[in-house]
């Protein structure tokens, strides 16, 4: 069974760093795309970056500049740097890991952690 396991969310100043981690385990295979989603509550959930196996990267308007993701060597890994944090930043950040097969898209989500930005 695949399971995504976030680390590195936190309480940070408005300017400030934090680095967010993803591992994923239960499976010998790869990930097409990881990336990392956000949600506010009582708003949908929202992309903010992904990466493909190729390396392609895809990421939020508001993040742009910002924050940096990358994938680790094993490819069951996946960073976010976010650097100079925003209030509106603060969310339930998410890894999801998607494996994309001839008649389905697998799609697996992490429990998510949190991420606290004050002013």
């Known amino acids: 069974q695949v399971r995504l396991m976030e680390s590195g969310g936190g309480l940070v100043q408005a300017g400030g760093s934090l680095r967010l ?4 385990s239960g499976t010998i295979f790869g990930f097409d795309v990881m990336g990392w989603y956000r949600q506010v509550s ?3 959930r929202e992309l903010v ?3 493909r196996s190729g390396g392609a990267t895809n990421y939020a308007d508001s993040v742009k ?3 940096t993701i990358s994938r680790g060597n ?5 960073y976010l740097q976010m650097n100079n944090l925003k209030p ?3 969310a339930l950040y998410f890894c999801n890991a998607k494996r994309q097969l001839a008649f389905e898209t697998q799609n697996y989500w992490g429990q998510g952690t949190q991420v606290t930005v004050f002013s």
């Open 21 to 24: 981690s993803c591992v994923a």
């Open 74 to 78: 094993a490819m069951n890994t996946v």
């Open 49 to 51: 970056a992904s990466i």
């Open 65 to 67: 500049g910002r924050f």
């Open 88 to 90: 509106e930043d603060t």
């Open 42 to 44: 009582g708003e949908e």
